[in-house]
């Protein structure tokens, strides 16, 4: 049975924790990946100063639980750890971590990007982006919807 631990969060989180959380009395495990998104300085061609995340708490932790436990259902995983950020984030500050240990490194690497692509288009925040010229809500890509139904 895999351990699953969802955060939805405005203050930071230490990567190096956790990943020492995931790697804790787990000697089941021998495979650890993990994935750390950021703010960007640029997005469709302007400058960005700050993203903004906002979500709707229950049903945001809900959602998050739920992408982990499909992953679970697909791989066989021994941990996973979802941190999603929210509130006024500036450039290069950390968004989300995901990690994912396994016995074996195929089931890791994909249940972290299958995590990663689902987030994308399936969890509830709501992102605005502050440019130098103005704000703006930033929808899902398509290329992120296509890319999660490949799954």
């Given at each position: 049975m895999s351990i699953i631990q969802v955060s939805v969060q405005q203050a930071d989180f230490d990567y190096a924790l956790e990943v020492e959380k995931l790697e804790a009395d787990n000697n089941n495990d021998g495979a650890l990946v993990?994935?750390?998104?950021?703010?960007?300085?640029?997005?469709?061609?302007?400058?960005?100063?700050?993203?903004?995340l906002e979500h709707y708490p229950g049903m945001t932790e809900k959602s998050l639980q739920a992408i982990a436990e499909q992953a679970c259902e697909r791989w066989q995983l021994g941990r996973v750890s979802v941190i999603?950020?929210?509130g006024c984030l500036n450039v290069g500050e950390k968004i989300v971590f995901v990690g994912v240990t396994s016995a074996h490194r195929q089931d890791a690497y994909h249940a972290n990007e299958f995590i990663m692509d689902y987030l994308k288009v399936k969890a509830p925040f709501w992102k605005k982006e502050t440019t130098e010229q103005h704000e703006r809500w930033v929808e899902a890509k398509g290329s992120d919807q296509i890319k999660a139904t490949t799954w």
């Open positions: 993990t994935f750390v998104g950021r703010v960007r300085n640029r997005n469709d061609g302007e400058n960005i100063r700050q993203l903004t999603h950020r929210y």
